[in-house]
């Protein structure tokens, strides 16, 4: 195993006019970790997000991938160099079915520039790749059915399949249980630590339940900045945490 983290990003920041969304912020995302971002709302976890996987460039700071600087690559080269982000369902094409919007994205991989030349080799390729989606996202059994049809836990899967047929090394997963009942969000969860064997993820989840069930790795954000990053026990036990967000979760719990 590498000892090289698969992405490292290296204090990013981001301001929006006067305002400093992200502030400073360092992180390593490591193969077989789950690194999970929590903060209240408004804390810059979603820029943080949107920084990493390229769809805004940082203000100043870098994020390098598989040991190559990427900072400032379009989204679409980023997702090729072995970054997969999932998005709130926005990629779903309800009409279709679980297969085809998986084999759609998997398609999406093959860089234009190449499509007509192995052609072969590319469609080959990506059912391959669509096929190992389907099959670790556990939609087998959904494959021929519209994605309209499916329950919201099913779209989430569908959308993480979707991510996955990318053929990432490298997992963005926003709020990946929002708005489920407990038995979908108990396989989600089953589904995450599935991919975590084979890919690093950094997942930003709202359910304390989970990330403190899934988090290898801990990163606290209030206002931009990082407030506290460690394992779940060193996060729980710090001070500054428990005060500025924790400590409101558990009165309530
Ligand atoms: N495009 C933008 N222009 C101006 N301000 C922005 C922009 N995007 C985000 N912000 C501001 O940056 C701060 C961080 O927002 P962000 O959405 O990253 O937080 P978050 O932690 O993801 O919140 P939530 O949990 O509600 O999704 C907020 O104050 C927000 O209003």
Redesign the pocket.
């Known amino acids: 195993m590498s000892t090289e983290a698969l992405l490292s990003a290296r204090k990013l920041t981001?301001r929006?006019?006067g305002?400093a969304?992200?502030q400073d912020v360092t992180l390593d995302l490591w193969r077989e970790r789950i690194h999970a971002v929590i903060?209240?709302?408004?804390?810059?976890?979603?820029?943080?997000?949107?920084l990493l996987s390229g769809d805004?460039a940082p203000s100043t700071g870098t994020v390098a991938l598989g040991g190559r600087d990427v900072t400032g690559w379009s989204p679409e080269r980023i997702s090729r160099a072995g970054l997969g982000r999932s998005y709130q369902k926005t990629n779903i094409f309800l009409p279709f079915t679980v297969w085809e919007n998986i084999r759609l994205a998997a398609q999406s991989r093959t860089p234009h520039a190449l499509r007509w030349l192995t052609l072969a080799d590319s469609v080959g390729a990506a059912n391959e790749r669509a096929e190992r989606a389907l099959e670790l996202a556990g939609l087998q059994h959904r494959r021929g059915h519209v994605a309209a049809a499916s329950s919201h836990g099913e779209q989430r899967q569908l959308e993480i399949a979707m991510t996955l047929a990318t053929g990432p090394q490298v997992l963005l997963l926003d709020?990946p249980l929002a708005g489920m009942g407990t038995a979908e969000a108990e396989r989600m969860v089953q589904l995450l630590l599935r991919l975590k064997k084979e890919h690093a993820i950094m997942l930003?989840e709202?359910d304390m339940d989970a990330v403190f069930t899934l988090a290898d790795h801990l990163t606290v954000?209030v206002n931009?900045q990082v407030i506290a990053s460690g394992t779940p026990a060193q996060v729980r036990a710090d001070a500054n945490v428990q005060s500025a967000y924790l400590g409101e979760e558990e009165e309530h719990g």
């Not at 903060?39 to 949107?50: D, I, M």
Request: aromatic content about 4%.
């Open positions: 981001k929006f006019g305002l969304a992200v903060g209240p709302n408004g804390a810059g976890k979603s820029t943080l997000t949107n805004i709020e930003v709202h954000m931009g």
